[in-house]
């Protein structure tokens, strides 16, 4: 521990002299061009005198051209490439002052002698360094003497160090860096020293970092394979109402990132900020963090598996919602049914189909003018009435909140306004009038949910819509916040304000951090804009949840477009206007996989693609995927081809109904992943890699994944095809629906995929519970439940379920629930009660298969008596078809 500054001259000796047109031609512009970070990213002013004027070192033999070439006309920074002016290797920073032993780890102060090339330099900082758990270190550097903003997420707070670490911590004290290590293996997980340019001043706060390997996943919302590119890749950061496409900011920021390490331990760092933000990837491998306010707030986690990677990350972002039962069910929806008639014909057509459903929505074409808290009075006058009807058939109706209020209603005809200026509840202009925008419903003001008045306000006018529309969920869209203009409606945003016009705009799309949002300059009462545009999202819907909460007095569902690390413990999220196209088929995958991995398991996207027609197969498909997204749900935009699944042909409705009613089979395995999802931040959808973090070939699997760690997804993703290869990991699989096993060495795999088919395998090992599926999870919650016992290779497995009455609050916390343990060794099945705190619904048994079993059983027993079963001999499926035990009761099922 402590100061150790020889490592600083084995990263020089590492550099390789190579370049020889450079313009300063000291030995300090000798970088290796993997090595060098981008001293001015900045297109305007780009150029060899303002690189030299910032003390930095330009390259004449490189074209200021290039960078990813398809996006170049969009991006707004030179880091799309090696960059041509960049820093010194002694380019002034930082150094230590002094370092102090505190009860929770390290202070250091830090200062600078030397102005960098931005404004406003904050020339003392403070370190602390919390040594926070044993795989948790947590640094943060802030200003020694003025407050700055910081991120309300309610973080654990620490004030004594873990007794031992699973990392160290070495710092470099001129210039100031860290690094960090793991223990175990002295991997190398983070070294700052690799850029000597840390720079920290009041609108740019930059830092890099070297990468122990080129593993990285993560620094979402964004468009890309699961496996993220390190070739001169920018992610930025800024929430943003835009059609998913490459490289763009989108609408949610998750500054996290995970990696693999050469060896397959993992970690993951999080930077707790909020503000407009890049992060830059290089082959070197490094990151580069650069954003443009608040302080820098690093969060390490030592996993050493992916998932405890992702646990740790949860325990400070906070744990996920625990779902409703019933939101686990399908979900059908459509912008544009137009009528409460209409949505009434769908919704009726599913039922008489027989295809499962559990909740039907509106999109705004349900309101009168778009606004908030109003249903059409001509197209939706039978929608209480529908609602009702839906109720009836124990099914759930959701409807939509978008955050733009109207502000030019008829005196007197628009309370929700009306209640709102004069308890003065929306976001203020830079001179302290209400920020006007325009978005659906015309000329708006934007609720600041920052302000607590803000959240009472809400939770009334949610009320007392409620009173008329019986919702049992809320939609929040356009929370990034959404405005159809640049900035204030007529006026834009002030041309002289820094924080509209800051020294460094992050490469967001259109240029100006206003681009189709509120400006930055406008006031919260937390903060400005500025600092908060990117949990806007989050705000709202934790109002959204408790409002809910209130009202109903059960167990919230919200979904949120907008989403910042933390959101997963109050909102779903979709993943926002897409296309019907294969290829956004495909990038369903890397996105339900990348929000698990951002503590939001429950998430999906719109099946059968939002915008455009889709076609009956691509649709067909879909669904099949779309069955096994955490949240599954079909959505359509206004104008589309209809795409409900009862437009289509028999075949494909057939198809559609067989898909679903298998997700509704495994829907106790489902919301057991939840719950331990809820209880202790594990993925619900999770990639290969997970599970397998030291078989290099599932690194950059995202066309196929897993349920929990148990059951492999391999669908289809193209047209036209009645195959699918897949990778299968060093294991037993067995076929979902046949029993076959399979014995992989690590091997691709290819297997038929007709067109009614999605490929489905249990691992072996695992114990999955499953119950007789329906058309709705209330009439499913009524059958008896199975067990798919997938033997391991040794003949053993486990496996578990939570259940509760799957609405009520807390559950879990008032132990109304029941925990059950299965194991199976030896010929024999046991069941374990952990826990028996719930009893409205007895728990039968009614059916076991056991995958893997190798010869006919003579007899089998439950509980030493014989019960009746049969034996599959092609497959070597043991299958008991007339139990009735309860689970609740331990049990031991044997065969001999
Ligand atoms: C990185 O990008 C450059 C420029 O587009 C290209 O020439 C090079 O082949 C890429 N390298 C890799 C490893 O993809
Ligand atoms: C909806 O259907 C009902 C019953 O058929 C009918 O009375 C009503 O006029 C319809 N509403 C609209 C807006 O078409
Ligand atoms: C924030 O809201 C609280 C409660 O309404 C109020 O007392 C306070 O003055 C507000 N602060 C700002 C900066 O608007
Ligand atoms: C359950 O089975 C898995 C896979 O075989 C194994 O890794 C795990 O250790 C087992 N857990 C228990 C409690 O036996
Ligand atoms: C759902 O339950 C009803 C009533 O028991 C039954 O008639 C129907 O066949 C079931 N549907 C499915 C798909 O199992
Ligand atoms: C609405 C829309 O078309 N959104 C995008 C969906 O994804 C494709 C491919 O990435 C984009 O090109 C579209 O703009």
Redesign the pocket.
Known sequence: MGSFSSWILFVIAAWTVTSTGVVVSAQKCEVEPNLRFNCHPEIIGFGRENCLKRGCCWDERQSATGGQEEFKSRLNTYDGKVPQCYYSSDFPSYTVTKQQEKPFGYTLDLSRKSQSYYPKDVMQLTADVFFETKTRLHVKIYDSEKPRYEVPLDTPKVSTKAKSTDYSVNFGETPFSVQVKRQATDTTLIDTSVNPAFIFSDQFLQISTKLPSTFIYGLGEHRHSLLLDLNWTSFTFWNHDMSPAPLVNLYGSHPFYMMLEEDGNSHGVFLLNSNGMDVILQPTPALTWRTIGGILDFYIFLGPSPDEVIQQYSEVIGLPFMPPYWSLGFHLCRYGYNSANKTREIWQSMLKAGIPQDVQWNDIDSMEGHRDFTYNQETFTELPALVEEIHQHNQYYITMLDPGIPNDQPKGSYRPYEDGIEL?VFVKDYQGNPFVGRVWPGRTVFPDYT???TVKWWQQETQRFHDKIKFDGLWNDMNEPSNFVYGAAGFGCPIDSPYDYPPYVPNVFGFVLGDRTICPSA?H?LSLHYDVHNIYGLTEVIATYNALKNIRGKRPFVLSRSTFAGSGKYTAHWTGDNLSSWVDLYYSIPAILNLNMFGIPLVGVDICGFEGDTTEELCQRWQQVGAFYPFSRNHNAIGSKDQHPTVFSQDMQASTRKALLIRYTLLPYLYTLFHRANAGGKTVARPLFFEYPSDRSTYSIDKQFLWGEALLITPVLQLSVVQVTGYFPKDTWYDYYTGMSIESEGQQITLDAPLDKINLHIRGGYIIPTQQPNVTTFAARKNPFGLIVALSGEGIANGSIYWDDGDSLDTFKNKKHNAIKFTAAKNSITCRVVHDGYSEEPMVLGSVRVLGVANKPETVTANSKAVPFSYDVVNKVLKLDVLSLLLTKPFMIAWT
Do not use: E
């Open positions: 003065g302000n607590p008045v006031q009462n």
